[in-house]
C-alpha cells in the first residue's frame, strides 16, 4: 500500500470561510495524509483578505511556508512583505503572535503547519478574546471563544 499523498499545487479545496475581509480556501492536508503528530492546511487567500485574527497559542507551534505570492506578516515585530519561499516559525506563546494577510492584486497559497495537541488556548491580543478548544478522538470538539474580562473567581456559583 503506497502513503498518501496530496498536491499542494493542484485546486482540490476541502472548505472555505466566506466572511468578509476573512475569506479563504482551505485544503486540510494533515487530515488528508492521515497525520496524527503533525497538523498541516493548505490555504489560498485571495486580495485584501486576511487568515485569522491576530493570535498566538499556548499548546502548539506553527510554521508559515508561502508557496506563492507575496503575503503581508504581521508579528510582534511588526509588519513585513514575505515572498515565494519563505518560512516563518510562530513558536508557543506570546512572542508568536502573528496574522498574515494579503495587501497584493493576486491571490496567495501557504501552507500552515503546526503541532498536534489534544488542547488548547488561543489568544486574541486585538480583541482580548481567548478560545479553548479540545479534540479527543470519540467526543464531539469543544470549542469556546470569551472575553477576558468575562472571567470569574474559581469558586463563582459553587456552593
Not at 54 to 80: C, K, M, N
Not at 125 to 153: N, T, Y
Request: hydrophobic share 35%; aromatic share 8%; glycine share 10%.
Amino acid at each position: 500500500m503506497s502513503a498518501p499523498q496530496v498536491n499542494l499545487l493542484g485546486d482540490e479545496w476541502d472548505d472555505e470561510r466566506d466572511r468578509r475581509g476573512w475569506q479563504w480556501k482551505r485544503l486540510q492536508v494533515g487530515s488528508r495524509l492521515g497525520a496524527r503528530q503533525l497538523g498541516a492546511s493548505l490555504y489560498e487567500l485571495e486580495p485584501g483578505q486576511k487568515t485569522f485574527p491576530f493570535h498566538y497559542h499556548h499548546a502548539i507551534e506553527e510554521w508559515l511556508v508561502v508557496l506563492r505570492g507575496e503575503p503581508t506578516l504581521r508579528d510582534q515585530s511588526g509588519e513585513r512583505r514575505l515572498s515565494t519561499g519563505d518560512c516563518v516559525v510562530f513558536p508557543r506563546g506570546p512572542g508568536g503572535a502573528h496574522q498574515v494577510r494579503n495587501d497584493t492584486e493576486e491571490p496567495v497559497r501557504l501552507l500552515m503547519m503546526s503541532s498536534a495537541a489534544e488542547v488548547e488556548i488561543a489568544v486574541y491580543p486585538d480583541s482580548g478574546k481567548i478560545g479553548a478548544m479540545a479534540r479527543v478522538e470519540g467526543v464531539d470538539p469543544f470549542r469556546l471563544v470569551v472575553r477576558q474580562e468575562s472571567a470569574v473567581d474559581y469558586f463563582d456559583g459553587e456552593e
